[in-house]
Structure formats: structure tokens, C-alpha cells
């Protein structure tokens, strides 16, 4: 958040960005691309309201800000989030999410002349062992806790069957892209506007829901929240910590990983006899 920001413009700018934000689950959990509109129309519009005359050329401004994630969030919902492998749909897939990165950037850089969105990959900062202690941690928990939930609760069905080696090739592909593509959209771009306007952790928060609901079409569903949740925080925090999106799409790979090896076991019992259940 800059330091220009007031308590007074937190206030009034909040009810702006919850409305952009939960035009998510309206269109990804609850499928009502009318209401998603809506709320992007209604948080648009209020936060030109609220700011109306009172931001400088010096200043961020709410509604450009909501403007950039309001873009991303169309166009990610104009194509169905089921996981699907032929070429059509990974076709799609490529260009929905690209776009959705690529246009606020471009917009934001070339249209609006600022720097609101980047992509720091590294840090001139070793990882210390707290960094690779996660890395191993992420792997030892997704190993104890996935395949529990995709298979107890049925969720893995939800992912096309890979019975043959060009499908499970395709959905490691497929699996990684669309993880490095969240930390892309999430954090370097969802977060990082509203972190220009609000403390981390309400911006954490609302970033979250953005997060949660893409995973929930996608396929993360019945209990799903109570770990994707969890998760959508952890990667938003770490991100403060480390200014390092090569670490956050890291972790983000590795429980990945431990999901793709999770679908393939699922839908080939025997294939990968290396889980508990």
C-alpha cells in the first residue's frame, strides 16, 4: 500500500474492490456470467464515485487499478474452466489465460504509463533454509493430504482419465502451465494492484477469493476450499516475504507435482503405488 493512501480512502475504496473481486465466484462458482457483469460494472463504477477529482497524476488510481483485474476476470470467464486435454481446449486454455496477463499488463504500461504490474523472478537473495525447508514441506504435506481428498471425495473425476502416455504428457503440461499462470494473474497481478490501495493482509484476503473461486471451476470442489484457502493465503504472504516469483511458482510446481501424480494414480490404481490411499 503507498503512503499516500488514507484510512479515509481504504474505507471508501474497500467496498469497490470486494465487488470487483466477488464477481469471481460469480462467474466461476456460481456460473452466472450476468451477475459477474454486474459486480464489475458496480465496483467499477463506485470506485470512480469515491475518487472522483481526489487522485493525482502521482497517485494510483482505484479505478484503473479495478479496471485491470475487472479485464482479466472477463476474459479468463468467457471459455469453460473444466479440464479438458484435446487440442481445442488446450488451445483455449492458452489463449484465455495468456490474455489475461498479457492485456492488463500491456494497458497498464502503454495506456495508463505506470508500472503497476511486473514479474520479479528474482531476488538477489539466496534462499535461506526456512525457503527450502517449505519447498520439502509442500511436497511431504501434498504427498499426506491430496491423495486423501481427490480420491475420498471423488474430485479427481473431475480431470479428464489419462490412461495412455500422451494424455498423462499432456496433463503434466497442462497442470504446471495453468500453476505458473496463477501466480502470473493471482499475485503479479490481482495482488499487486490491490496492494496499492490496501494493507496486505486485506489485500491478501481479497486476492484469495479471486484464487479460490478460478480453482473451484477448475476443478477443486467439495471440501476443496478448506485446502486451496489455505493455500491462495500461504502464496500471497511468502510473495511479500520473498519478493520472488521464481519461489512462489516453485512451491506452486511442486504441489502441482504431487497433484498431477495424484490424478494419474487415481484414474490407473497401480500405476504409481507410492500413496497411502
Same mark, same amino acid.
Given at each position: 500500500? &503507498?503512503? &499516500?493512501?488514507? %484510512?479515509?480512502?481504504i474505507r &471508501?475504496?474497500?467496498?469497490?474492490a470486494?465487488? #470487483?473481486?466477488?464477481?469471481a465466484?460469480a462467474?466461476?462458482?456460481l456460473?452466472i @456470467?450476468?451477475? *459477474?457483469? $454486474?459486480?464489475l460494472a458496480? *465496483?467499477?463504477?463506485?470506485a470512480?464515485f469515491?475518487?472522483r *477529482?481526489?487522485?493525482t497524476a502521482s497517485? @494510483?488510481?482505484l479505478?484503473?487499478?479495478?479496471?485491470l483485474?475487472?479485464?482479466g476476470?472477463?476474459i #479468463? +470467464?468467457?471459455?469453460?474452466?473444466?479440464a479438458e486435454?484435446?487440442?481445442?481446449?488446450?488451445l483455449r486454455?492458452?489463449?484465455a489465460?495468456g490474455?489475461a $496477463?498479457?492485456?492488463p499488463? $500491456?494497458i +497498464?504500461?502503454?495506456v495508463y504509463?505506470?508500472?503497476?504490474? +511486473?514479474?520479479?523472478w528474482?531476488? %538477489?537473495?539466496r534462499w *535461506?533454509?526456512?525457503?527450502?525447508?517449505?519447498l520439502v514441506a509442500?511436497?511431504v504435506?501434498?504427498?499426506? /493430504?491430496?491423495?486423501f481428498?481427490f480420491? &475420498? +471425495?471423488?474430485?479427481?473425476?473431475n480431470?479428464?482419465?489419462?490412461?495412455s502416455?500422451?494424455?498423462?504428457a499432456?496433463l503434466?503440461?497442462g #497442470?504446471g502451465a495453468v500453476?505458473?499462470?496463477?501466480?502470473l494473474?493471482?499475485?503479479?497481478?490481482v495482488f499487486?494492484?490491490?496492494?496499492?490501495h490496501? @494493507?496486505?493482509? /486485506?489485500?491478501?484476503?481479497?486476492?484469495a477469493?479471486?484464487?479460490?473461486?478460478f480453482?473451484w471451476?477448475?476443478?477443486y %470442489?467439495?471440501?476443496? @476450499?478448506l485446502?486451496t484457502?489455505p493455500f491462495?493465503l500461504l502464496?500471497g504472504?511468502?510473495?511479500?516475504?520473498?519478493h520472488?516469483?521464481?519461489? $512462489?511458482?516453485t #512451491?506452486?510446481?511442486?504441489?502441482?507435482?504431487?497433484?498431477?501424480?495424484v490424478?494419474?494414480?487415481?484414474?490407473?490404481?497401480?500405476?504409481l503405488p507410492?500413496?497411502?490411499?
Open positions: 500500500m &503507498t503512503e &499516500t493512501t488514507s %484510512r479515509t480512502s &471508501t475504496g474497500i467496498l469497490p470486494i465487488l #470487483v473481486c466477488a464477481a465466484p462467474f466461476f462458482v456460473e @456470467p450476468w451477475l *459477474g457483469w $454486474v459486480l458496480l *465496483g467499477i463504477g463506485a470512480w469515491v475518487e *477529482g481526489r487522485v497517485e @494510483p488510481s479505478t484503473r487499478d479495478l479496471s483485474i475487472a479485464i476476470l472477463l #479468463v +470467464s468467457i471459455i469453460p474452466l473444466a486435454l484435446d487440442n481445442l481446449a488446450m486454455f492458452t489463449l489465460l490474455g $496477463v498479457a492485456v499488463y $500491456v +497498464s504500461r502503454f504509463r505506470d508500472r503497476a504490474i +511486473s514479474f520479479p528474482r531476488t %538477489r537473495k *535461506g533454509r526456512l525457503q527450502w525447508g517449505w509442500v511436497l504435506l501434498g504427498w499426506l /493430504i491430496l491423495p481428498y480420491i &475420498t +471425495s471423488g474430485v479427481y473425476q480431470w479428464p482419465v489419462v490412461d502416455p500422451e494424455l498423462i499432456r503434466f503440461v #497442470v500453476g505458473i499462470w496463477d501466480e494473474f493471482f499475485i503479479c497481478t499487486a494492484l490491490l496492494r496499492r490496501f @494493507p496486505d493482509m /486485506i489485500a491478501n484476503l481479497l486476492q477469493i479471486v484464487f479460490v473461486s480453482l471451476e477448475l476443478g %470442489r467439495e471440501w476443496g @476450499p485446502l484457502i491462495a502464496q504472504f511468502i510473495f511479500l516475504r520473498t520472488s516469483l521464481a519461489y $512462489v511458482v #512451491v506452486h510446481l511442486l504441489f502441482d507435482a504431487v497433484v498431477f501424480a490424478l494419474v494414480h487415481a484414474h490407473n490404481p497401480g500405476l507410492i500413496f497411502l490411499v
